[in-house]
């Protein structure tokens, strides 16, 4: 897939954030690169979490979201796989800036799964 195709593929999964929290989206930037420096990542969260911020802070340069693709391409069997694996990324990063530790975004992520496949059984 090209860099622009998936470029536009992060824009659409970014849908996968609910509007309560997209709308408390705040200084931060999301970029898309090619591999990351470690093996195995498929996003990276860089900043200072929400949880651990001050009203009385001065501004300060934006978070980042980093979404990985060519790690993305290999693990998706298809485009309907990557675009819930980029999707996945999303949710689990921004959780990051939201502040969740890793555990607490893997106990949500399993709850939402849930969630959803009660969903569909409907």
Known sequence: MSPEDFDRLVDDAMDIIPPRFRRRLRNVVF???AEPREP???GLYEGRP???RSVAEPYSTPDRITIYQGPHERAARNRDDLRRLVGETIWHEVAHYFG???REVLLAEG???RQLRRLREL
């Open 100 to 102: 969740l530790n890793e």
């Open 50 to 52: 929400q949880t651990e």
């Open 31 to 33: 970029v898309v690169e």
């Open 40 to 42: 195995g990542l498929l």
């Open 111 to 113: 709850r939402r799964r």
